[in-house]
């Protein structure tokens, strides 16, 4: 039997990861959450239409090349491509459980491949929780699987998905009121250190977020910048978003607010597998740990690799070549002949050039410290409804970490599992009690990864 | 050909097929969608990607169903969850 690879995640490296070792002759078995590949960054391009394509921009029509290659490859006999599968447990031991339909299964594998992408950093501030506020992602995979824009929007945060997401909402004839942005112009300044090491590829993206800018001027969408108190309420039939710019307070009304402050990797995979995770400062975000070829370390799990945006924020391009550097290495490891150490070189080294890119944008558009560490009646824990104070309260009645606060307050015991509350609880523990991230950790968890009923659970047939 | 159906509480939504129950309602300006268990509060989505939990509904009579995750389909019914009653009736 030929070397059985698993990979999760038909997103951009999960995609490129699938058809190098397919060509190479390896057996593979990929799994996505959604009906049709791409990710979230590519979602829907197998299947996008063209005027959505064009209105989406050039990065989108990548990820269509990229997704109609992975579809033809997925009709080779060594490859199964399952869709619509959400995987609920990964056992270290090499086996894969997933849910379709309601119906449970599992796969054994040789090597795993992990390309389950980021999440958008939680942003507790006050009215994040009501009806109506998204994140800007959310907006932006509704108009990639319905084609429909949101309609009378704010933006609200940092980074520059908002100025991407505004692009589009404005060539969709439906510009955003207005983008209430957090990062000033000292953030700009400091950041700027970083543009000297970039080439004319990677400048292109500056370039291009300059063009973005300028779209959004010419389309009169007022910018403010540098805001602080950002706070959004419910006021009749729609929200209102207020914030204090420079001195005075001011506030937009819009029916939707669409919250964004970059994204952090989707590390509950990771985590249940015991990968060990380290504090990214640049990004703010906790990482896991591989080698330079994307092999997880770990003291249980052996031969799984992460690719993509889950093992580190580098953007989709660079996710792409992520997924060929791991499938490169389980060649490698595997003792396939078509293992090319200087393919692996030379890819490693395209990669190496996202990397002071993102450390401009990370230090450009860090995120504001009222969003990471949170204060007063703001929702922490979405789900169980746990304010900052809350939080801060039994951190001062003497809950040691992020584990201990869970039995105290319930913060991360909801049905989401700690995705959007994990990041801001470790960072108020490591406020409160001046420690480091990676001293504080976080939460521990735990199978299953996505809710799964017994009765679902009942038709797992050995 | 008809266009297919889906029923929100007392209303019918007419959706193009591949769209998921969330984008449906949303598109027909729903955006609450449960109201919660701790606070009795209006929720609605917030991720569209699977992972907030917050788009939680009732479908075809089954509970805490994801609306974002689930593919609409021709004659679904579509309820909004009161997660307090959903407890109480678990309790008995």
Redesign the interface.
Known sequence: MTTHIGIIGAGPAGMSAAIRLVEAGCRITILD?Q?SPGG?IYR?AS?ASDPLITLLGDDYETGVRLSRKFLMITEHEHCRYIPNA?VWSVNPDGIVNWIVDEQVDAFGFDGLIIGNGA??RPMPLKGW???????V??AQ??LK??E?P?RDTVLVGAGPLLYLVAVQLIRSGFPPKAIVETQSLTDLIKASRHLWRMNTKTLAYLVKGLEFISVIKKAGVRRYTGVKRIEIDKVADHLRISFKDGSRLRWVESE?ALLHSGVVP?TQMTRSLDIDHRWNPGNQSFDPVTNQFGLAKSAVSKNIWLAGDGAKILGADAAIISGKIVAEDVLDKFSFTSFDPARRKNLLKQKDRFVPVRQFLDECYRPSTEILDPDGDVIVC????VKAVDVRKAIALGAQGPNQLKVFTRCGM???QG??CGLTVSQMVASARDMELDEVGYYRIRTPL??ITLKELSTYHE | MQPPVLVFEDQEFNFESGASVAAVLLINGVCEFRTTQVGGVARGPYCMMGACFDCLVEIDGVPNRQACMTPARDGMRVKRQDHRTFLMDLGG
């Open positions: 959450e009906p979230q829907n299947i959400s999440l958008e929780t009501l009806p109506g506020v998204m994140t992602g959310a995979i509704l699987t319905s429909t949101l939707y989707n979405r789900c169980e409804e909801g049905n989401c995705r959007y996505k809710p």
